[in-house]
């Protein structure tokens, strides 16, 4: 008796055995990174992610709301900055979603879109041995040859898949299907949502948007670069450098309201000139832009967001000099456009910049377009049709030189904390009014002139994005409305058992069988099948 011995290979170790669970661990990482599963729960997870953007403001679109937010809600605001709720789409934490949910789609999608194309190129599936026990199932006896039948039945299904086959004893059978586009659409649906985060993430990349205010009166802003902007947002790949030259001439506001004071309409009348304008020396183009109709030039589109009021002051100095100055003021209440803001003067011609300081003049206050009247002015209406201002005049050190940046919608308050900015006086003014200062200041308010809110946006990708949405909305009308079914016939040659149950053969020619299944639940193949039942079964020769 020989007994043979064999030698067991331990399992690796070391080195190769931690090389080996790597491999594993990251092979099971993709696997359940691109499940359909997790795809799902990512997409949720991004909704359920994007909606405090839409319950609170963001800085990027309205950053006086998030001041707002910020003054009404002092202990709670801070806590929710801290976690980016005012700037959602550009937290860590929301990229990373989004980059996670693009792999996930990406890993998904490739293999799925391979596994359709293939289907759509398989035949269809053979005819079931057993049709009676299908959802949907006919048969009857028929003086057609099986040839006949199944050319007839050819013809019917005509736009469906058919694929026909032979059985032993002369047995035709055919194998028809309809609905892969619901497949399809399935696919393009998700396709398309993967081109749509592509396209908005190349317009995070090479897009930008940038806010400018403009006065109504003929004055112009150029595209020129980041500077002629009050803000700017480019994107990551932006640098400002580059930006396609355009320029603008806002000539003149209109806006229309209701008895109620709501708005009715906001239109300006601009005069452009693209970068082919500007390099031929040709005349500026008019147009108008308003409220969602933007002017679209370069590439660029520019959107009219908003509009207020600037007073103009003229201040003339002791020594007979004038300085005339219209600087918008902020709308605080927007039903009734009761609006804020600060104006600040410097005495021209003085050399000595003590002097200069200590002369320096601020106009601030509450302007009404139309003022309630009386003592404590306020607004009654948005039209400029009663305009006056409730001026506090300021004079001193406005701390234009001090290196700290200020709003131009108020002076510098610790200046004021300081002693060194003083307010000398307080009068209500309507337009032609002057307010005598102590020292032989006079400061008059002459009129009001309207500014425009502008945004130019950019988006390379937007286009891209147009076209994947409308192909998502597509693929998922496909997805929803296409039923998948399949129908089988199977013709039997007179003469052959059918087996038992099925109706004899011995006087007529063939036997048709029918059978019908969706492959999903929908209502309506019922119907369906009951009418390719009537047209595939001669009702002359019966049929069960």
């Not at 801070?78 to 959602?88: E, Y």
């Not at 997805?479 to 129908?487: A, G, M, W």
Request: net charge negative; with cysteine.
């Amino acid at each position: 008796m020989t007994q043979t011995l064999e030698k067991r290979s331990d399992p690796p170790s070391g080195p190769s055995r931690r090389g080996a669970d790597l491999v594993a661990l990251a092979r099971n990482t993709w696997r359940g990174l691109t499940s359909m599963r997790t795809a799902l729960v990512l997409l949720f997870l991004l909704a359920l992610a994007a909606l405090p953007g839409a319950f609170l403001p963001q800085r990027s679109p309205s950053p006086q709301a998030v001041r707002d937010f910020f003054t009404e809600y002092p202990t709670l605001a801070p806590l929710l900055d801290r976690v980016g709720l005012f700037d959602i789409f550009s937290t860590p934490w929301f990229s990373a979603i989004y980059l996670l949910l693009f792999v996930s789609l990406v890993g998904c999608l490739v293999p799925r879109t391979w596994e359709q194309v293939r289907g759509l190129r398989a035949p269809t599936v053979a005819v079931p041995r057993n049709l009676s026990r299908l959802p949907h199932h006919a048969s009857g006896a028929d003086d057609r040859t099986p040839d006949e039948v199944v050319t007839a039945a050819r013809a019917r299904l005509r736009g469906w898949k058919v694929d026909v086959r032979e059985e032993p004893g002369g047995t035709r059978t055919l194998s028809a299907e309809k609905g892969a586009l619901r497949e399809v659409g399935n696919v393009v649906f998700h396709m398309s949502l993967l081109a749509l985060l592509v396209g908005i993430a190349v317009g995070k990349l090479f897009g930008y948007e940038g806010n400018v205010i403009v006065m109504a009166d003929g004055s112009e802003f150029c595209n020129s670069g980041i500077l002629a902007y009050d803000t700017f947002r480019p994107g990551l790949q932006v640098d400002g450098t580059e930006l396609a030259p355009f320029c603008l001439d806002v000539d003149r506001f209109t806006a229309q309201y209701r008895p109620d004071g709501a708005a009715d309409s906001f239109a300006a009348d601009v005069r452009y000139s693209d970068s082919d304008a500007l390099a031929e020396g040709t005349p500026p183009v008019p147009t108008t832009v308003a409220v969602n109709d933007p002017l679209r030039l370069d590439g660029e589109r520019v959107y009219l967001l908003g509009h207020g009021y600037a007073p103009q002051f003229t201040v003339t100095f002791p020594g007979g000099e004038q300085r005339t100055l219209a600087t918008q003021w902020e709308p605080v209440d927007q039903t009734t456009f009761l609006s804020q803001g600060a104006t600040k003067f410097d005495r021209p011609g003085v050399t000595d910049e003590a002097e200069r300081r200590r002369t320096q003049v601020a106009i601030t206050g509450l302007f009404a377009p139309t003022s309630s009247g009386g003592g404590l002015v306020t607004s009654t209406f948005p039209a400029l049709t009663r305009p006056e201002v409730a001026a506090d005049v300021y004079q001193g050190d406005l701390g234009l030189d001090s290196g700290r940046g200020q709003s131009i919608f108020a002076i510098d308050q610790t200046m004021v904390d300081q002693g060194r900015l003083t307010r000398i006086a307080r009068e209500n003014l309507v337009p032609g009014q002057t307010i005598a200062l102590p020292d032989g200041t006079g400061v008059r308010f002459d009129s009001v002139k309207e500014w425009v809110n502008l945004q130019v946006s950019h988006d390379p990708a937007q286009d891209a994005v147009l076209v994947a949405a409308v192909a998502l909305l597509v693929g998922i009308t496909l997805s929803l409305t296409i039923k998948r079914r399949r129908v089988w016939v199977r013709a039997r040659p007179l003469g052959e058992d059918p087996g038992p149950g099925a109706p004899s053969t011995t006087d007529r020619r063939s036997l048709v069988e029918v059978g019908g299944l969706a492959r999903t639940d929908q209502a309506g193949y019922g119907e369906e099948f009951e009418r390719l039942r009537d047209d595939l079964l001669r009702p002359r020769n019966g049929g069960s």
